[in-house]
């Protein structure tokens, strides 16, 4: 059995002590891949190993699928659905997306480029065009691709799209373009470098999928990428056009 243990910083000088009933670590693997138990101990006793855990309101699991964290949004996602459906008779159509967007999207936004793009995220896509449908009054069989335009609102997709782009741009120091990789001119110069990498939680991660993204945007969206303003506005009215039930849709998009 593995052992690790972890060396007392000194706390004298803040006043600050591990509070040992409260402390978890986490050890993160893949599927497939199992190891013997490893035991965390601090000043000789044992730390607490923890197959998920809660942190910034995100709910981490040891293999990062977003299961756990999923599950719990869609449940807030459905008390926010159930909140629409009872005063939607009461209230104007105004008032319905002021409430959508204080209960509904603050939610779906929230942490959205870690989780966005894993498959249990499907449920909260499903759970917002419900939403859509209470406040337009529509039938539970009618589409919600117009009425995503109409209201201006942004699919859990677009969102993701929209959140993981704004954090690439803000961030654009740890992206490397193509320009400063391959000393030649190429089509795709201005493009951000995109790693070589095999494990599917790396690829499907928000690093990865920002680089695939980000070099799929209409070369007019990506010109505004040093005018921060002008980017958000541009892309937003882009995202809230092109009405994206998925991420395999954006790409097979062709502006």
């Given at each position: 059995?593995?052992?690790?243990?972890?060396?007392?910083?000194?706390?004298?000088?803040n006043?600050?002590?591990?509070?040992?009933?409260?402390?978890?670590?986490?050890?993160?693997?893949?599927?497939?891949?199992?190891?013997?138990?490893?035991?965390?101990?601090?000043?000789?006793?044992?730390?607490n190993?923890?197959?998920?855990?809660k942190?910034l309101?995100l709910t981490?699991d040891d293999?990062?699928?977003?299961?756990?964290?999923?599950?719990q949004?869609?449940?807030?996602?459905?008390?926010?659905?159930?909140?629409?459906?009872?005063i939607?008779?009461?209230?104007?159509?105004?008032?319905?997306k002021?409430?959508?967007?204080?209960?509904?999207?603050?939610?779906l936004?929230?942490?959205?480029?870690?989780?966005?793009?894993?498959?249990?995220a499907?449920?909260?896509?499903?759970?917002?065009?419900?939403s859509?449908?209470?406040?337009?009054?529509s039938?539970?069989?009618?589409?919600?691709r117009?009425?995503f335009?109409?209201?201006?609102i942004?699919?859990?997709?677009?969102q993701?799209?929209y959140?993981?782009m704004l954090?690439?741009?803000k961030?654009?120091?740890?992206?490397?373009p193509?320009?400063?990789i391959?000393?030649?001119?190429?089509?795709?110069?201005n493009?951000?470098?995109?790693?070589?990498a095999?494990?599917?939680?790396?690829t499907e991660?928000?690093?990865?999928?920002?680089?695939?993204?980000?070099?799929?945007?209409p070369?007019?969206?990506?010109?505004?990428a040093s005018?921060?303003k002008?980017?958000?506005?541009t892309?937003?009215?882009f995202?809230?056009q092109?009405?994206?039930?998925s991420?395999?849709?954006?790409y097979?998009?062709?502006?």
């Amino acid at each position: 059995m593995q052992r690790l243990e972890v060396r007392a910083v000194k706390v004298n000088s803040n006043r600050l002590a591990l509070n040992l009933n409260k402390t978890q670590f986490l050890e993160f693997r893949t599927n497939h891949f199992f190891t013997d138990s490893v035991q965390m101990d601090y000043e000789q006793q044992l730390m607490n190993n923890a197959t998920e855990v809660k942190f910034l309101g995100l709910t981490l699991d040891d293999t990062l699928s977003w299961k756990k964290h999923t599950e719990q949004l869609n449940s807030k996602l459905c008390s926010a659905c159930y909140a629409l459906w009872n005063i939607r008779s009461e209230v104007s159509l105004h008032t319905l997306k002021i409430i959508y967007f204080a209960y509904i999207h603050s939610l779906l936004s929230y942490g959205t480029i870690f989780w966005g793009n894993s498959s249990y995220a499907k449920r909260a896509f499903i759970i917002q065009k419900k939403s859509i449908r209470i406040i337009t009054n529509s039938k539970r069989t009618d589409s919600c691709r117009q009425h995503f335009k109409n209201l201006k609102i942004m699919t859990m997709y677009s969102q993701y799209i929209y959140s993981l782009m704004l954090f690439t741009v803000k961030n654009n120091h740890l992206f490397t373009p193509n320009s400063k990789i391959h000393e030649y001119r190429m089509r795709c110069s201005n493009d951000l470098h995109l790693p070589i990498a095999n494990l599917k939680r790396y690829t499907e991660g928000p690093y990865f999928s920002a680089i695939k993204i980000y070099n799929h945007l209409p070369e007019y969206v990506i010109s505004l990428a040093s005018d921060l303003k002008s980017f958000k506005k541009t892309l937003k009215r882009f995202l809230c056009q092109h009405t994206f039930y998925s991420i395999q849709e954006y790409y097979d998009f062709k502006g």
